[in-house]
């Protein structure tokens, strides 16, 4: 837990909130709970989780209630306009696309200050990714091509960042960071890749006028942005006029939150600097003015300009980036799963599910296509000098983060359902979820092994 900042010795001490205090209930429930929500497993471990839940759930003798719920519909009316449709959806299309929105800023981020933006530093990850996408949907097709499962050669080709990096947390605890910022800046250029896939080939009946609509909104954000508006409110209309505009296009909707993360600027409104240096003349003057500490209206209203110049010293990216992800990770992902996962895993349905093409080829292309793809990207950029392994990374580390990629829970089943209804989308879960897992226990083992091979207290050790 960060600790409080601290004050001269004539100031009243800070004042900690109840979840901070020293009573029975925080200290043995909230403290320790919040301690775990900013580890790096927490936001996998609570999508596992939610999926946990679907499936026994779904498999329990109140199955029948996990299907009324999801397939409860609900609908919008504006006018003419009326959005209908069921829980589940209303899930995948709305919710799903606060979640593209976080991940459309991460990607903006990275290409303006992180990994991307160093094309040297970015080649590795990126061909790697290409890679790590090209080959499970060249295999998937191998199993598929031509069938009634061919639309879902993009299952395979998308990486869960959220159980990859919790896995590698938990298991790598000894990797060097130069593989954790590796695996992170491949998930994002896996992610990209997703929401072109979805953008261009998982879209139908599209509709100009609306995309005409969708994309004046855009040259109005942008607009907004050129005049510097900062409040809030105009941006939040014009999101929710983005995203009816998709919806209503045909293009999937969550391509409005991936578009919307993308329009976020990345630099603050104030610099850093000034803002301090006026909010220390703000505060050195209150302390002149009132060495009691008590405030009246005037410095009320002064207080509150300080407020207003720290905020606007943080990036608008990185502010909404540390609002949201906590949402996205603890509550819009595990409702993804439960909403999604609940796969009914009879011994008749497993048996057709292991036989069905669909299954097979997600199975081999998560497993075996998503590992083959990132090593031998891996290889060829290192062989032909196009990029280098980041400081301290091996091949076997190499390996254990291509077997992570093979992780691709969320970002799979939803492209599963958009690829398939009925039995084949059963069929394509069955092969994702078993698909994880394995890819998840390759990566764990291979890294593990790697701990082991660096660990001083192991007689083969022979030093980094």
Not at 204 to 216: C, E, I, K, Q, T
Not at 295 to 306: C, I, K, N, P, Y
Not at 347 to 352: D, F, H, P, S
């Amino acid at each position: 837990m960060p600790s409080a900042p601290r004050t001269t010795s004539d100031s009243p001490p800070l004042r900690a909130p109840w979840s901070s205090s020293d009573r029975p209930v925080p200290r043995a429930i909230v403290q320790p709970l919040q301690a775990f929500l900013h580890t790096e497993i927490a936001g996998g471990v609570v999508l596992l989780v939610a999926a946990v839940a679907a499936l026994i759930w779904a498999n329990s003798p109140a199955s029948a209630s996990y299907t009324a719920l999801w397939e409860t519909p609900l609908a919008i009316e504006l006018g003419p306009l009326r959005l209908a449709e069921d829980l589940r959806h209303w899930v995948n299309d709305l919710l799903m696309a606060l979640f593209f929105f976080v991940v459309g800023l991460e990607i903006k981020r990275e290409l303006v200050l992180g990994e991307l933006r160093d094309r040297r530093a970015a080649a590795l990850p990126l061909l790697c990714a290409l890679g790590g996408m090209v080959v499970p949907a060249l295999l998937y097709t191998a199993f598929n091509g031509g069938g009634p499962g061919a639309a879902g050669w993009g299952i395979p080709m998308a990486t869960d960042i959220a159980f990859a990096v919790g896995v590698l947390a938990l298991v790598g605890t000894r990797a060097p960071t130069g593989l954790k910022v590796f695996l992170l800046t491949l998930a994002v250029v896996d992610d990209l890749g997703a929401i072109v896939v979805i953008a261009l080939f998982y879209s139908d009946g599209v509709s100009a006028a609306w995309l005409a609509a969708a994309a004046g909104t855009v040259a109005v954000i942008l607009v907004l942005r050129r005049l510097e508006v900062r409040a809030f409110a105009p941006y939040v209309v014009c999101a929710g006029v983005l995203w009816l505009a998709v919806f209503e296009s045909g293009v999937h909707a969550t391509i409005a939150g991936v578009v919307l993360g993308l329009l976020t600027p990345p630099r603050p409104f104030q610099p850093p600097e000034a803002v301090t240096d006026v909010a220390a003349s703000h505060l050195d003057e209150l302390r002149r003015l009132r060495p009691d500490g008590v405030a009246d209206e005037g410095e009320q209203a002064s207080l509150l300009t300080v407020s207003r110049l720290a905020n606007e010293a943080v990036s608008p990216l990185a502010r909404l980036e540390a609002q949201l992800h906590p949402w996205t990770s603890y509550l819009v992902l595990p409702l993804f799963a439960l909403a999604n996962a609940g796969v009914v895993l009879s011994g008749e349905g497993l048996r057709a599910a292991v036989s069905e093409p669909v299954t097979i080829g997600i199975v081999v292309g998560l497993v075996l296509g998503k590992p083959l793809g990132v090593v031998l990207a891996a290889l060829a950029s290192v062989q032909l000098r196009v990029a280098r392994l980041p400081a301290g990374v091996g091949w076997l580390e190499m390996l254990g983060v291509a077997g992570l990629a093979g992780i691709g829970f969320t970002v799979s089943i939803f492209i599963a359902g958009l690829a398939f209804d009925g039995p084949l989308a059963d069929a394509a879960k069955v092969g994702i979820l078993g698909a994880s897992l394995i890819a998840g226990v390759i990566g764990a083992v291979s890294l593990a092994a790697r701990d082991a091979a660096k660990d001083p207290a192991n007689p083969g050790y022979a030093g980094d």
